[in-house]
């Protein structure tokens, strides 16, 4: 289904075409008309399918432009994900000049207080810790609320969050549109529909088959530190002929693109920070194939729909398995096979664990090349490189200059003088910083349902405590609920 049809204004289509999508997901397609008509909904979909379009533009929609209120709410589990789903309805906003803001822990909560006076969003995207906390410190008004968007609900009932959720719905009108999206659809999910909730409607978008098996899947373990030289060597190694690097912040991608500039590659990165001129020049240059190696992160490279792409890298590890399988979904097309690595970090081995329960498939531990191997992988392809020059060269109108030059110097000394022109410095002649990202928050062994369990060691994560918290208790001590005596009605919506 086009999004034209889905009812949604022209400024909001105008975002859609400029972020380059025609065609509605099935979760889009099913849940926008609903929230438009003013329904609760209850989504079930996997990650990676545009669940955030699927609230967002509707919400979008919905605002009062003029009123300087909050308006909307949007619960996010994890920092990531908060910040992820701010960006997107920043860019699919732009048109409208909608203000949304995100505030999550383990970031100063002075500077978010001031943003939040200063410059009042109507939609306001946090992790439940941080905006009870902003609650409590009476730095946020919730009078004029009329969405509240409970976003991968399951995370949130895993990690312990049903207190603060229930503290931040009460701070909310009664009379409000309430939205709950999840990857799964347990029980407490459906009860936190009947109190929360009015008359919901269910969509269940049924997973589809995951097809990786035209991927070769490596990965490769390694500190943070040491990924990108041992990413340039297996370049250098593989020699891909389009490649695809994902990144997980926008500052992972700055980084990435220039230093692999700066080594002599090809490259040149997108996220949501960039105009859209300058990210339909990258993207036409990349499917041109003017450009060897495009840096993403994942919101830049959705809908992506680029053939030739034979190797794909991730520089970090997603959180969410599904993005994994998005990601090498870049590769491995029409018939072609494809290859992917992933660099993990020690700390994130369990991730990786996930992702092979998820695809049904191992992935294969690969060895980082030595120097000695890149240095030989760019002389090969340098010299496949020379046998194209010369058989696109007229070498006929340049034979006195070489001639002149066969006489000056050693045949063998012109030839390695030439390929070393031909071949990139080596690695550690062109140092590349680099920043560390902070880890990712351990995963409790033994749960490797979507999204996992993330109770942390508190001794490893330093980052964002408040929001990833656990009091210690069971899920099923905190997660009492209140006897609602009138039952609301579902209607289950499927589509496959």
């Known amino acids: 289904m086009k999004f034209g049809e889905l009812g949604l204004d022209k400024s909001l289509l105008k975002a859609v075409q400029r972020s380059g999508f025609e ?27 545009g669940k955030t379009a699927a609230f967002g533009l ?74 009870l906390d902003h609650i409590k410190r009476g730095t946020v008004d919730f009078s004029n609320v009329k969405n509240l968007i409970l976003d991968e609900a399951d995370e949130m009932l895993d990690m312990g969050f049903l207190d603060d959720i229930e503290s931040i719905i009460a701070a909310t009108p009664s009379q409000r549109q309430t939205l709950l999206f999840s990857a799964t659809m347990p029980k407490e999910i459906l009860r936190i529909g009947e109190k929360f909730m009015t008359e919901p409607k269910i969509v269940k978008i049924k997973a589809k088959e995951l097809t990786t098996d035209l991927v070769d899947q490596y990965f490769i373990k390694t500190r943070d530190n040491e990924k990108f030289d041992i990413m340039t060597r297996l370049i250098d190694v593989q020699t891909p002929d389009l490649t695809i690097v994902f990144g997980r ?24 920070d960039l105009t859209q001129q300058r990210r339909m020049n990258v993207l036409k240059k990349f499917k041109n194939g003017d450009l060897d190696i495009l840096v993403a992160t994942d919101v830049a490279a959705r809908g992506l729909d680029i053939s030739g792409v034979t190797h794909v890298y991730n520089y970090d590890i997603p959180q969410d398995p599904e993005s994994y399988v998005h990601r090498i979904g870049r590769t491995g097309r029409a018939g072609n096979h494809g290859t992917s690595v ?68 050693d045949a063998i000394d012109v030839v390695a003088a030439f390929l070393n022109n031909m071949t990139r410095k080596d690695a550690y002649d062109v140092p590349v910083k680099i920043t560390p990202e902070r880890p990712l928050p351990r995963r409790k062994k033994g749960n490797n349902r979507r999204g996992g369990n993330r109770k942390f060691n508190h001794r490893n994560d330093r980052y964002n405590r408040r929001d990833r918290r656990d009091n210690g208790r069971s899920f099923k001590k ?3 609920f209140k006897s609602n005596k009138q039952k609301n009605r579902f209607t289950i919506r499927t589509k496959d």
Request: charged share 30%; net charge negative; hydrophobic share 35%.
């Open 478 to 480: 905190n997660n009492k």
């Open 342 to 409: 992933t660099f993990v970090t020690p700390f994130e081995m369990d991730y990786l664990r996930v992702i092979e329960k998820l695809t049904k498939k191992r992935m294969e531990p690969l060895k980082p090349p030595t120097e000695e191997q890149a240095f030989h992988g760019q002389v090969a392809s340098a010299l496949d490189d020379i046998k194209d020059l010369i058989d696109d060269t007229d070498t006929k109108k340049y034979e006195a200059q070489a001639q002149d030059l066969l006489e000056k110097y």
């Open 249 to 272: 912040t926008k500052r992972r991608v700055d980084e990435l693109s220039r230093g692999l500039e700066a080594r002599g590659y090809n490259a040149a990165g997108i996220h949501g």
């Open 58 to 131: 509707p919400v979008l929609q919905h605002l009062d432009l003029e009123l300087r209120q909050i308006q909307a709410v949007i619960i996010s589990p994890t920092r990531e994900l908060a910040i992820q789903t701010q960006e997107e309805l920043f860019g699919l906003g732009k048109e409208k000049r909608a203000k949304v803001q995100v505030v999550y822990g383990g970031a100063d909560i002075n500077r978010q207080i001031r943003q939040l006076k200063h410059n009042t969003p109507q939609v306001l995207v946090g992790t439940p810790g941080r905006l």
């Open 23 to 49: 065609e509605a997901t099935p979760i889009q397609a099913e849940t926008i008309p609903l929230v438009l008509a003013g329904h609760d909904v209850i989504g079930q979909a996997q990650t990676g399918t």
